[in-house]
């Protein structure tokens, strides 16, 4: 390693196997505390909110460790930032006292207008140098490490020249942030559009990955939809695998947005991800003390 943020990364704590959370499973998230070891939470969910939601926020501060996940920042957007939106999320990022803050590589924004969609950049040298910049500047504002995350997209963009992992790759040098590698976006695009996806992992800078988010997603006849709506499928678990034997991460994040099962269900992806997470431990152990003299 040898970017300004290997040093950034060394100082993160590792916070473990948590779950994204939810209103609908607030009381089964806060009630299961023992086996979650920390949890994302969504600035957007509570921003000039209060009452109950403020009372989540309170409680889920209270309970483990939060990392913030942001999706309006617009990174990819050709509107300015939005000053007013990055100051109410350093305030909000400082709040929940988290030690880095997160949104995507997409835009998400027209003018004032919010689409509530995360639509997919030109991979291409002008959207690098347009995206850093902005990056950079909500690093200098908020002051906490900040990591950006892979999408799926259902298009190329016209304008693209770039495959994504040559795009990802140098829109992290240049911006000097960490990944958020989300592993089921990255099966879904490599199903739609048709690449290995233990290739395209190589080809990433896979000691940029802080943070890990696992979903699950909708197969259909002649797409694959990233829905956050099903179980996390086996080539998922099986890419996860072949991250953590390759890179060490801070924390791995389970995504559950719709169609939420019994509350049982997800706590059994999470102990599914806990015990991949332990045997990569293992395995990592075993081959440093075969090297030992
Ligand atoms: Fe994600």
Redesign the pocket.
Known sequence: MSSSFDKVKSTLPYLGVGLGLRREVAAETFEAGHVIDFLEVIPEQYLCKGGDTRERLNKARASMPLVVHGLNLSLGGASPLDQEYITRLKTFVQFTDAPWFSDHVAFASLGDLYLHELLPVPFCKETIEHMSRRIKMVKEQIEKPFLI?NTTYYMSMPGSDMTEPQFLTELLEEADCGLLL?VN?VYVNSVNHGFDPFLFLDQLPLERVVQI?M?GHLAKEDIVLDTHGAPIADPVFDLLRYVLSKATVCGITL?RDQNLPPFDEILAELSAIKIITAEAKQAKTSLELEKRP
């Open positions: 995350e989300d976006n988010h979903a995504e």
